[in-house]
């Protein structure tokens, strides 16, 4: 049986969150060129790109993972339901042993007992995937936690304790957090105690500026979900002013927030995930990490030919040119709460909205099926 897949970049990050393969049986090196030129024609266009950012496989197939191997990984609700509708998958007996632990079990409050047996859940398939792949292993905090600084915190103190309990040291781990300003607090807080922070649903150069100042270890960004918004949308006025310049709205965020990371020094990484195409990759070279679809990078590999005129391979973003980058005296604020929702136009608005009402939802379902399934057999 096959199963989908989402992977991490290796130094960390997140593509979605669905990982399900039956039977690996190594970890897996970096994607990453060689160091001859394509001048030789006996490089690909994959070689090519990935001597300027880490290219992250977004969508693997088990029967895929030796040509496009993953380097780390996330752990989601959408996982923990996908192992669940797979009973024979390697990470079955993870989720089995969350359901029948004694801690969990001896709780009296059924909700409580429910969301231990997530957490665990979530942290043993975390643990097997940290024994799978080199790099970091990131790991969804409850999306219902979104506005609750203090709550998410707290849920990400819970959840490191156990991986501790398994021997999973702080360094392998990432913690997936919404761009809420309640989530980049969190992320600002827990990055002080030098606990590592993803934040996601990033869709305006507000909320990307104050992750950065928060700190987060890595920045991720929809590309294509900005220009689908785009398309059948108009009145944000960060989007219309990319438009008018003839730039795509998403490209356009990456660059600026690239650029904002590096002229300032900070130490976040930025990542661009929903790349629809070979021409989005090409005109992200340089950022940090890249999320490519699986049809992308096969298109990329199964070109061996030099570059001509029509694919130029050249870094478009790095440091040097974000030092050239002019911001506004606006852009420059120390974002707060009311700075940043008032800077947030309808499209990081809706997008956000959007991105956590499906976390919700997912994270539900699993509480559903958990409160179906336990307590599971032979205990």
């Not at 969190?186 to 990033?202: M, N």
């Amino acid at each position: 049986m096959k199963g989908r897949s989402r992977f991490l970049p290796g130094a960390g990050s997140t593509a979605s969150n669905l990982v399900l393969f039956n039977n690996v049986r190594k970890s897996f090196p970096l994607i990453r060129a060689s160091s001859s030129s394509l001048d030789t024609g006996s490089n690909t266009e994959l070689d090519a790109v990935s001597s300027f950012s880490e290219i992250v496989p977004d969508t693997v197939i088990f029967d895929d993972f030796e040509r496009f191997p993953p380097t780390a990984a996330t752990v989601s609700s959408s996982l923990l339901l996908g192992i669940c509708s797979l009973p024979d998958t390697v990470f079955r007996n993870a989720v089995e042993m969350a359901l029948a632990d004694s801690t969990c079990y001896g709780l009296k409050n059924a909700d409580l007992r429910l969301s231990c047996f997530v957490n665990k859940a979530l942290v043993n398939v975390g643990g097997d995937l940290a024994k799978l792949v080199p790099g970091r292993v990131s790991t969804e905090v409850d999306p219902r936690l979104a506005y609750d600084t203090h709550g998410i915190i707290r849920k990400v103190h819970d959840l490191l304790k156990l991986y501790n309990e398994i021997n999973v040291p702080p360094e392998r781990l990432l913690f997936k957090i919404p761009s809420t300003w309640q989530g980049i607090e969190a992320s600002r807080l827990l990055e002080s105690e030098g606990i590592q922070t993803h934040l996601t649903f990033v869709y305006s150069f507000a909320q990307a500026a104050a992750a950065t100042q928060a700190g987060a270890s890595v920045i991720q960004i929809f590309v294509g979900r900005l220009r689908d918004w785009a398309r059948n949308h108009s009145g944000d006025p960060e989007i219309d002013a990319a438009i008018s310049r003839g730039e795509d709205p998403g490209l356009a965020l990456v660059t600026k927030a690239y650029n904002y990371i590096h002229k300032y020094g900070h130490k976040s990484k930025l990542m661009a995930a929903a790349v629809r195409n070979k021409q989005d990759l090409f005109s992200l070279l340089g950022v940090d990490y890249i999320i490519a679809p699986l049809k992308v990078l096969q298109s990329l590999k199964d070109s061996v030919t030099a570059p001509d005129e029509k694919y130029s391979f050249v870094r478009r973003l790095s440091p040097e040119s974000a030092a050239l980058y002019n911001f506004s005296k606006e852009e420059l604020v120390k974002w707060d709460q009311l700075s940043l929702a008032s800077a947030m136009g309808p499209a990081a608005v809706d997008l956000l909205a959007g991105g956590l009402e499906g976390y919700v939802n997912q994270a539900k379902r699993v509480e559903e099926l958990f409160g179906k399934i336990w307590p599971p057999p032979n205990v």
